[in-house]
């Protein structure tokens, strides 16, 4: 009975680590097929988010509406690192990754809060730093509403050769947290955290560990994203789309699996990119009916089809 | 209890207060290792009040609780459970999208109190989950979740184990089942204060009973003699005491 378990065990590692392995190999690989790498680094990048936000989210149940702010708390530590130390781009990018989680260390009272007032809270902390960055008093620093520019050390494959990198790391993170006694004690807390504490879990550093992580992929995507582009706006890496990308794609294909994060991201952005940007009047008439939709027949997101007929979904 | 045996959990003048309301007013027991307390009384006198504070759950307004010699009040649930306090809720409050085997996996690996592994599979099969231990515990129903709630505490081998109605719900086999598997573990010396509103259930499980009134202790002693006690006859058993 025990080797039986052991062995569909192994079953589900081996299946959850071939997902990640052919999305990290496909994404690898497409821009020696595909010439329009900006497109593919922001296929790689909402991958990332995605999975990040599935950390904190599809594991712990709080769900980050200000998840932007650690993106753009990475692209500015990296541009600060750069501009200020001229650290070269990788040390650049461990700033802004510990920028991030700076943020999420200061960000921790607001686990006092729970499900819309978490949200809420954390939309407004992510705005309170923009404006931080964006105050034209802070010019000799951030440069203020003027923007950065990092032509410097602009290097495109690098960067996203870095980015896959960085998701290759991410959804290795999700697969051990789908499968290991940690990622089942976040689960546990997700469903309620006062059984959670008396079955043992330690649940404020279950939490906390979860968030650092969260932050933490989102500034190391932040960072990327600063290496990638070179030349951007406060409100460029603070817009409030990263956030509400993140979120949708999530939802749309299912929080705490690793294939629905990447299906809402490969479907949606998909979308995107296809009727969005040359039939925008559809694609906000199709992307809203699709949301409604998932909304209304599928809250749980479009893995939820398989997984309700007792089929598990890496 | 005798005089000499050292008692595993010491409760002193235990006060809780909910804005103006006293619902815990300096409540104190003894309880030993082994041993099977009652905590009895009227709906609001503060019976599950007094295990959410040993629990941990709240913190109490004043007084001490003493569990194998040391102060816990003010500890962690977390940290509780790992020094082998465990507990059940009134409403059962299993992990209802993992399986049966997985909420037991997670207590026995995270709560552990020491001493030997609890064998899970066994434990399962003497609470009759063994065969629903793949599913997950949302397609139980309300009773076999309130076991769950008993699996889950058990697999932390507690050497105190709070039980907030468990009874509730269970027909009539089933009582006397859970009645005598609670006799064995305290026969094992498992020590257990048991809130429970069905008397026939206390009877059989418990070594003596407290009756609470309003926050206070109005009767400490068998519960025989309290079916006797004209305060407690007054206030909580009317004329159920001669039924």
């Given at each position: 009975?025990?080797?039986?378990?052991?062995?569909?065990?192994?079953?589900?590692?081996?299946?959850?680590?071939?997902?990640?392995?052919?999305?990290?190999?496909?994404?690898?690989?497409?821009?020696?097929?595909?010439?329009?790498?900006?497109?593919?680094?922001?296929?790689?990048?909402?991958?990332?988010?995605?999975?990040?936000?599935?950390?904190?989210?599809?594991?712990?149940?709080?769900?980050?509406?200000?998840?932007?702010?650690?993106?753009?708390?990475?692209?500015?530590?990296?541009?600060?690192?750069?501009?200020?130390?001229?650290?070269?781009?990788?040390?650049?990018?461990?700033?802004?990754?510990?920028?991030?989680?700076?943020?999420?260390?200061?960000?921790?009272?607001?686990?006092?809060?729970?499900?819309?007032?978490?949200?809420?809270?954390?939309?407004?902390?992510?705005?309170?730093?923009?404006?931080?960055?964006?105050?034209?008093?802070?010019?000799?620093?951030?440069?203020?509403?003027?923007?950065?520019?990092?032509?410097?050390?602009?290097?495109?494959?690098?960067?996203?050769?870095?980015?896959?990198?960085?998701?290759?790391?991410?959804?290795?993170?999700?697969?051990?947290?789908?499968?290991?006694?940690?990622?089942?004690?976040?689960?546990?807390?997700?469903?309620?955290?006062?059984?959670?504490?008396?079955?043992?879990?330690?649940?404020?550093?279950?939490?906390?560990?979860?968030?650092?992580?969260?932050?933490?992929?989102?500034?190391?995507?932040?960072?990327?994203?600063?290496?990638?582009?070179?030349?951007?706006?406060?409100?460029?890496?603070?817009?409030?789309?990263?956030?509400?990308?993140?979120?949708?794609?999530?939802?749309?294909?299912?929080?705490?699996?690793?294939?629905?994060?990447?299906?809402?991201?490969?479907?949606?952005?998909?979308?995107?990119?296809?009727?969005?940007?040359?039939?925008?009047?559809?694609?906000?008439?199709?992307?809203?009916?699709?949301?409604?939709?998932?909304?209304?027949?599928?809250?749980?997101?479009?893995?939820?089809?398989?997984?309700?007929?007792?089929?598990?979904?890496? | 209890?005798?005089?000499?045996?050292?008692?595993?959990l010491k409760v002193e003048q235990l006060e809780k207060r909910f804005g103006g309301f006293r619902a815990?007013?300096?409540?104190?027991?003894?309880?030993?290792?082994?041993?099977?307390?009652?905590?009895?009384?009227?709906?609001?006198?503060?019976?599950?009040?007094?295990?959410?504070?040993?629990?941990?759950?709240?913190?109490?307004?004043?007084?001490?609780?003493?569990?194998?010699?040391?102060?816990?009040?003010?500890?962690?649930?977390?940290?509780?459970?790992?020094?082998?306090?465990?507990?059940?809720?009134?409403?059962?409050?299993?992990?209802?999208?993992?399986?049966?085997?997985?909420?037991?996996?997670?207590?026995?690996?995270?709560?552990?109190?020491?001493?030997?592994?609890?064998?899970?599979?066994?434990?399962?099969?003497?609470?009759?989950?063994?065969?629903?231990?793949?599913?997950?515990?949302?397609?139980?129903?309300?009773?076999?979740?309130?076991?769950?709630?008993?699996?889950?505490?058990?697999?932390?081998?507690?050497?105190?184990?709070?039980?907030?109605?468990?009874?509730?719900?269970?027909?009539?086999?089933?009582?006397?089942?859970?009645?005598?598997?609670?006799?064995?573990?305290?026969?094992?010396?498992?020590?257990?204060?048991?809130?429970?509103?069905?008397?026939?259930?206390?009877?059989?499980?418990?070594?003596?009973?407290?009756?609470?009134?309003?926050?206070?202790?109005?009767?400490?002693?068998?519960?025989?003699?309290?079916?006797?006690?004209?305060?407690?006859?007054?206030?909580?058993?009317?004329?159920?005491?001669?039924?």
């Open positions: 009975m025990r080797d039986a378990r052991s062995v569909s065990g192994l079953r589900r590692v081996f299946g959850d680590l071939l997902l990640a392995g052919v999305v990290v190999a496909v994404m690898a690989v497409a821009p020696s097929v595909y010439s329009n790498q900006l497109l593919l680094f922001n296929f790689v990048m909402f991958l990332t988010l995605s999975q990040g936000l599935n950390v904190i989210y599809g594991f712990t149940g709080y769900l980050p509406f200000g998840y932007v702010g650690f993106f753009g708390a990475g692209a500015y530590g990296f541009a600060l690192a750069v501009m200020h130390l001229h650290a070269p781009p990788l040390a650049a990018m461990a700033v802004g990754a510990a920028a991030a989680l700076v943020l999420a260390v200061i960000l921790t009272p607001l686990f006092r809060l729970s499900g819309a007032y978490f949200a809420i809270a954390n939309l407004a902390a992510a705005q309170a730093v923009y404006e931080i960055v964006s105050n034209p008093a802070l010019e000799d620093i951030t440069k203020g509403p003027y923007g950065v520019s990092l032509s410097g050390v602009f290097a495109p494959e690098t960067s996203y050769a870095v980015s896959v990198a960085i998701l290759a790391g991410t959804l290795l993170l999700v697969v051990w947290l789908r499968n290991s006694r940690f990622g089942l004690s976040l689960r546990a807390i997700k469903e309620d955290p006062i059984s959670a504490a008396m079955a043992g879990v330690a649940v404020v550093r279950g939490r906390t560990i979860a968030w650092l992580c969260s932050a933490l992929i989102a500034g190391l995507v932040g960072g990327a994203f600063a290496w990638q582009i070179s030349v951007f706006y406060p409100e460029t890496a603070f817009s409030a789309q990263f956030s509400i990308f993140a979120v949708v794609f999530t939802l749309f294909g299912g929080a705490a699996t690793l294939t629905g994060p990447l299906l809402g991201v490969f479907i949606l952005y998909g979308i995107y990119n296809t009727i969005g940007i040359t039939v925008p009047q559809y694609f906000q008439l199709i992307y809203g009916t699709l949301i409604v939709a998932l909304v209304l027949f599928l809250p749980n997101g479009l893995v939820s089809l398989l997984t309700k007929r007792g089929i598990r979904v890496p | 209890m005798s005089p000499d045996v050292m008692p595993l815990l007013d300096g409540v104190s027991f003894h309880l030993a290792p082994g041993e099977v307390l009652g905590l009895v009384g009227p709906n609001g006198s503060g019976k599950t009040t007094c295990i959410n504070v040993i629990s941990g759950l709240y913190a109490g307004d004043g007084g001490q609780v003493v569990f194998e010699g040391q102060r816990i009040d003010g500890a962690k649930m977390h940290k509780l459970a790992r020094r082998g306090i465990n507990r059940t809720f009134q409403s059962p409050k299993p992990f209802l999208s993992l399986t049966v085997r997985e909420n037991v996996q997670i207590a026995a690996r995270y709560g552990h109190a020491g001493g030997a592994p609890v064998d899970l599979d066994a434990l399962l099969a003497s609470l009759e989950l063994d065969r629903h231990a793949d599913r997950p515990a949302e397609d139980l129903n309300s009773a076999q979740q309130k076991t769950l709630d008993l699996a889950r505490a058990l697999a932390t081998s507690p050497r105190l184990l709070l039980i907030d109605e468990l009874a509730a719900g269970l027909n009539p086999a089933e009582l006397h089942r859970m009645a005598d598997r609670l006799r064995v573990l305290a026969d094992g010396g498992m020590a257990m204060l048991v809130v429970e509103h069905l008397m026939g259930f206390i009877d059989r499980v418990t070594d003596r009973v407290i009756v609470l009134n309003a926050g206070r202790e109005i009767f400490e002693g068998t519960l025989a003699a309290a079916t006797r006690d004209p305060d407690v006859i007054r206030v909580f058993l009317g004329g159920a005491a001669h039924a």
